[in-house]
T-cell receptor, first 113, second 116 residues
């Protein structure tokens, strides 16, 4: 069991829809990450939260809106997406400190039609 | 800016044989971590092995070992006695600490096929 769960696993949405991706970690970590994984491209870091505070926004379009209500939950709110936003969205969590590693969730496969 | 390059989009290896996956990176920092992650078809990204830049000794985890050449900025992964379950995408990653946040930079990945 991964300790990091993501729902839904698959999502198909139209460009005018509003949807949310959810990530939950059961590991007691205090940092959470959103990544975008597109075919033949490196994982792209989107957002980082440390102790519920956003510490990184990697020039992500405003149609992606993250929310971190507590250290265990992370959301990615989606609205007015484009077809090029179709990708695998991965969540990861990490304990503070350099000796600790990221743990990834299984991802949400998003298709924008 | 840091970059990570994996020049082998795909590799194949016979079961029980050894394969080496290449990774190079670019950085001006002296203290950092490097990682290899495995992503099987199930999509779950799993840490395989990590290397701390200040350690000269190459990391080893069972059948997995790295060849870390700091001066050359090279970080290759060797898989010995390859098994069918090793088939996956392998990603090399660099980690830096900036503005109070650990940030990971990934390569494009190498797809490893294991032939029975």
């Amino acid at each position: 069991e991964t300790g990091v769960t993501q729902t839904p696993r698959h999502l198909v949405m139209g460009m005018t829809n509003k949807k949310s991706l959810k990530c939950e970690q059961h590991l007691g970590h205090n940092a959470m990450y959103w990544y975008k994984q597109s075919a033949k491209k490196p994982l792209e870091l989107m957002f980082v939260y440390n102790f519920k505070e956003q510490t990184e926004n990697n020039s992500v379009p405003s149609r992606f809106s993250p929310e971190c209500p507590n250290s265990s939950h992370l959301f990615l709110h989606l609205h007015t997406l484009q077809p090029e936003d179709s990708a695998l969205y991965l969540c990861a969590s990490k304990e503070a400190g350099g000796s600790y590693e990221q743990y990834f969730g299984p991802g949400t496969r998003l298709t924008v039609t | 800016a840091q970059t990570v390059t994996q020049s082998q989009p795909e590799m194949s290896v016979q079961e029980a044989e050894t394969v080496t996956l290449s990774c190079t990176y670019d950085t001006s920092e002296s203290d950092y971590y490097l990682f290899w992650y495995k992503q099987p078809p199930s999509r779950q990204m799993i840490l395989v092995i990590r290397q701390e830049a200040y350690k000269q000794q190459n990391a080893t985890e069972n059948r997995f070992s790295v060849n870390f050449q700091k001066a050359a900025k090279s970080f290759s992964l060797k898989i010995s006695d390859s098994q069918l379950g090793d088939a996956a995408m392998y990603f090399c990653a660099y980690r830096r600490f900036t503005s109070g946040t650990y940030k990971y930079i990934f390569g494009t990945g190498t797809r490893l096929k294991v032939l029975a």
